[in-house]
């Protein structure tokens, strides 16, 4: 089998790659232009370790949705400097059903915006575990984060202690649905929610959390914002919710 080696894929904002490799090394780019990497990688079955560690925003439409759609075989992602993800469709479906994806660094993300931006961006990615998203501090915009670890079933530990807002129609709309093995999440540092269905269903079937904060929550308004947000937790021990709270709906069952 020969050896194919990393080599840079972005030349004159043009994607240009060996669809047998199985490392792929996006630099010197920061910013990715439309439609640029969409559907780059679609169901290849080569890719194991793609290097996008010189990313710092993907902020135009389409820039990289499904870039890494059904890489059934890709193991390990670097977006350790990715710092925003904002537009429409941005990384809509990026690793939707890469079945064998365990590592994925997104220390620096801070922000998600937009419409539909990261709609089941890692949804059924069945091997992933943990993930570090302690630098996010907003999710806003038209059902932004919809789906976006849903049918992750072995995820048990999710960071997300510098998360502060969540807004917008279904903007985290069951993000977490059907993680079985999730245990517990931290959402201490979240103070507002807010918009229709903005967390509903956002761990539905989560069948093995017990414990979550909301210890600074301050404000949930408007209709069914956490409708449905625990149904079927069967093994929820513990809710925290702070004493500030000025409204909250969480629809017919919790």
Known sequence: TENYVPKKIIKNNTLQYDSRQTTYDITPATNIGSHILQAAFYKNEF???ANLNSII???NNYAAESMFYHCTNLEVVDLKNLETISGEYVVDQMFTGCTNLVSVNLDSLT???GSYTAISMFNGCKKLKTINLQSLEEISGHQVTTSLFSNCSDLESVNLSGLKKIAGYESAKGMFQNCSKLKSIDLSSLISVSDSYAMSNMFSDCKDLETIEFKSLEIIYNSYAMGNIFS????LKNVTIGNNVVDIDFGTSV
Request: a positive charge.
């Open 111 to 113: 922000n998600i915006s």
């Open 57 to 59: 925003n993907i902020s």
């Open 232 to 235: 079927n937790c069967n093994k």
């Open 47 to 49: 890719l194991i370790n």
